[in-house]
């Protein structure tokens, strides 16, 4: 199980600050770099979207869970794409259509939980 870190209030006073999304049970979180996006789901659906072979039937059900589409609907449509923009993987037009990326950040976000749990030494 990984730990689901506490955050610091380092926002100037004043500011609003946004407390990452309530994991769900044995849930698992993802924040990309820059701390601008927040996602929580479980291992087994971090795995399912995280597999060789095409992914994009596991991810579309998988944006289909109430936990997730609600995490997903919440995000900044410009957040997103500023994301993913620093992948590179995708150019300006791609990077147009919101709904194409909220479905490629729940893929990156579950591969990253995967990988991450693949090769995270577990406690014995």
Not at 32 to 54: D, F, K, N, W, Y
Not at 85 to 100: Q, T, V
Request: proline share 6%; net charge negative; glycine share 4%.
């Amino acid at each position: 199980m990984f730990h689901i870190p506490a955050h610091k209030n380092v926002a100037h006073p004043g500011a609003t600050v946004a407390l990452p999304p309530e994991p769900q049970d044995d849930g698992l979180w993802w924040s990309e770099s820059m701390g601008r996006i927040e996602l929580t789901m479980t291992l087994e659906q971090a795995q399912s979207c995280s597999h060789a072979g095409r992914c994009d039937d596991d991810v579309a059900a998988l944006r289909k869970c109430p936990e997730i589409s609600a995490q997903l609907d919440a995000l900044d449509r410009e957040k997103v794409r500023a994301a993913l923009s620093e992948y590179g993987a995708w150019d300006d037009d791609e990077l147009a259509d919101h709904d194409a990326n909220l479905t490629r950040l729940l893929w990156v976000a579950a591969c990253d939980l995967a990988e991450e749990a693949a090769t995270t030494p577990r406690a014995s």
